[in-house]
């Protein structure tokens, strides 16, 4: 096991730039045309918000927790860069990720209790046979090459804590944000801190919107990403000696009063921190982005669509056998 996240095979095998996770994707469809042409499926991220509610489901009945949910979570999408989503039965490879990662997160689960569970869920798709796991376990193990260790974003969030003042309710947000990012490319893209460090900025700029009635996620969405591209742009133009770090970082119509001074406060500390560290913000402001853009594509997300898409390959190609 590597001693740290910058000589793990995680940064080593599993960091890709967005066009080389698009040519492995590619390469996927080209190599497999036929099913491709006969079974189409929602775009990438719908996929993702799918695949994330039900290893949810299955983790909330198993009391699983969220280190080996977030670690399942990496497993699932690197699986998926190496196999046709077409190809499988989603549902056992679900079932499958999450019986790995409780075992590598030392919190394993017994196979038969997981299968017994995943059935309740699943029950035209999971069968009893305990060896189907075993199986699909021995599959997943060999397209990630057997490296297993996942280093994750919560404990720099928990690091950096008493750095940013963070109160529980940052601090919550902030892990809400961090789930969230498995729905999206962003571990294959960036470090687990930088996605840290991202989730700390946008609960520091989005947290005061959620007490403003009537703002919808969109309006929101725009808020945190216009401030928050604000702060990494002081912290860029201070750490190239362009301009201060304590210009007012731009405030929304809807955020007023008695949030918006201690909020541009603690905004002004991240970017002044941020400007004095060697963190690279290039990286943070397109993780920023990524995350925004995720929950505007959230909004579009149909559960039904997707389920019956995903059930209907499934069932065609005798995959729940």
């Given at each position: 096991?590597s001693?740290?996240?910058?000589?793990?095979?995680?940064?080593?095998?599993?960091?890709?730039?967005?066009?080389?996770?698009?040519?492995?994707?590619?390469?996927?469809?080209?190599?497999?045309?036929?099913?491709?042409?006969?079974?189409?499926?929602?775009q990438?991220?719908?996929?993702?918000?799918?695949?994330?509610?039900?290893l949810?489901?299955?983790?909330?009945?198993?009391?699983?927790?969220?280190?080996?949910?977030?670690?399942?979570?990496?497993?699932?999408?690197?699986?998926?860069?190496?196999?046709?989503?077409?190809?499988?039965?989603?549902?056992?490879?679900?079932?499958?990720?999450?019986?790995?990662?409780?075992?590598?997160?030392?919190?394993?689960?017994?196979?038969?209790?997981?299968?017994?569970?995943?059935?309740?869920?699943w029950?035209?798709?999971?069968?009893?046979?305990?060896?189907?796991?075993?199986?699909?376990?021995?599959?997943?193990?060999?397209?990630?090459?057997?490296?297993?260790?996942?280093?994750?974003?919560?404990?720099?969030?928990?690091?950096?804590?008493?750095?940013?003042?963070?109160?529980?309710?940052?601090?919550?947000?902030?892990?809400?944000?961090?789930?969230?990012?498995?729905?999206?490319?962003?571990?294959?893209?960036?470090?687990?801190?930088?996605?840290?460090?991202?989730?700390?900025?946008?609960?520091?700029?989005?947290?005061p919107?959620?007490?403003?009635?009537?703002?919808?996620?969109?309006?929101?969405?725009?808020?945190?990403?216009?401030a928050?591209?604000?702060?990494?742009?002081?912290?860029?133009?201070?750490?190239?000696?362009?301009?201060g770090?304590?210009?007012?970082?731009?405030?929304?119509?809807?955020?007023?009063?008695?949030?918006?001074?201690?909020?541009?406060t603690?905004?002004?500390?991240?970017?002044?921190?941020?400007?004095?560290?060697?963190?690279?913000?290039?990286?943070?402001?397109?993780?920023?982005?990524?995350?925004?853009?995720?929950?505007?594509?959230?909004?579009?997300?149909?559960?039904?669509?997707?389920?019956?898409?995903?059930?209907r390959?499934?069932?065609?190609?005798?995959?729940?056998?």
């Amino acid at each position: 096991m590597s001693a740290n996240y910058w000589e793990s095979t995680q940064k080593r095998y599993w960091l890709f730039t967005k066009d080389e996770l698009a040519l492995m994707r590619q390469k996927l469809e080209d190599e497999n045309p036929e099913i491709v042409r006969m079974f189409p499926l929602p775009q990438p991220r719908h996929l993702a918000i799918y695949f994330n509610q039900q290893l949810l489901r299955l983790g909330k009945r198993l009391t699983i927790r969220q280190q080996a949910m977030a670690t399942a979570q990496v497993y699932l999408k690197r699986f998926y860069t190496r196999v046709e989503i077409r190809r499988t039965n989603p549902y056992l490879v679900i079932t499958t990720a999450i019986y790995l990662a409780c075992k590598m997160e030392e919190s394993p689960q017994h196979i038969r209790l997981i299968v017994t569970e995943a059935r309740q869920l699943w029950q035209d798709f999971i069968g009893l046979d305990t060896s189907k796991i075993g199986e699909c376990e021995f599959f997943l193990i060999s397209e990630m090459s057997s490296q297993l260790i996942v280093y994750q974003p919560y404990r720099s969030l928990l690091a950096l804590r008493n750095e940013f003042a963070l109160v529980d309710e940052d601090v919550q947000l902030a892990k809400s944000i961090i789930n969230d990012h498995y729905m999206t490319d962003l571990p294959f893209l960036c470090s687990p801190h930088t996605v840290a460090l991202v989730a700390i900025l946008l609960a520091l700029v989005l947290r005061p919107n959620s007490s403003v009635p009537g703002q919808n996620s969109s309006g929101a969405a725009a808020a945190g990403l216009a401030a928050a591209q604000a702060a990494l742009s002081q912290a860029h133009s201070a750490r190239s000696g362009q301009g201060g770090i304590l210009a007012e970082i731009p405030s929304t119509p809807e955020v007023k009063e008695r949030h918006q001074e201690n909020r541009i406060t603690r905004v002004q500390h991240f970017a002044a921190w941020l400007a004095e560290s060697d963190v690279d913000i290039a990286a943070m402001v397109d993780a920023t982005q990524e995350i925004i853009s995720f929950y505007e594509c959230y909004e579009q997300y149909n559960d039904k669509f997707t389920r019956e898409q995903i059930n209907r390959f499934v069932k065609a190609r005798n995959l729940d056998k």
